[in-house]
């Protein structure tokens, strides 16, 4: 019995230092929408650009395609260069999946992924925080 459960608290540890490594995607809502969005690379790196994707579902879990969207990417703590610079984002194949690319992130600490969308007769802004890691 103690062999398990110290072989299971090492599984577990191998598992989380797997997991750092790894940021699974962001969700949140705002409007009665489900937002989800996800990078790549992920976890964000400092010196490089990321594709960024927009996932929109309704309130029935239904893809919402032909909406404006657009994002932009800041630093809460100090004005950074691309602080009002938006990128549109395009819904390719109507699956209700935006995509876009963001500029680089130029330095370690907190970020913010700014998305504004607009869905017909909505209008709604929802952001995301990010934290980036100083290379070692
Ligand atoms: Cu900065």
Redesign the pocket.
């Known amino acids: 019995m103690m062999r398990i459960a110290s072989y299971m608290i090492v599984g577990g540890c191998a598992l989380l230092a797997a997991c750092s490594d790894f940021q699974p995607a962001k969700t949140g809502s705002v409007g009665g929408y489900e937002l989800q969005v996800k990078t790549d690379p992920a976890p964000l790196m400092v010196g490089q650009n990321a594709a960024v994707t927009l996932s929109i579902r309704d309130g029935i879990n239904q893809p919402v395609s032909n909406c404006e969207v657009r994002f932009r990417q800041y630093?809460p703590?100090?004005e950074?260069a691309l602080d009002n610079t938006f990128v549109l984002m395009v819904d390719q194949a109507k699956v209700g999946l935006y995509d876009g690319k963001s500029g680089e992130f130029s330095?370690g600490?907190e970020w913010v992924l700014e998305f504004d969308f607009i869905c017909g007769a909505d209008h709604y802004t929802k952001a995301f925080d990010y934290k980036l890691e100083w290379p070692e």
Do not use: A, Q, V
């Open positions: 630093m703590g100090h950074m330095m600490g």
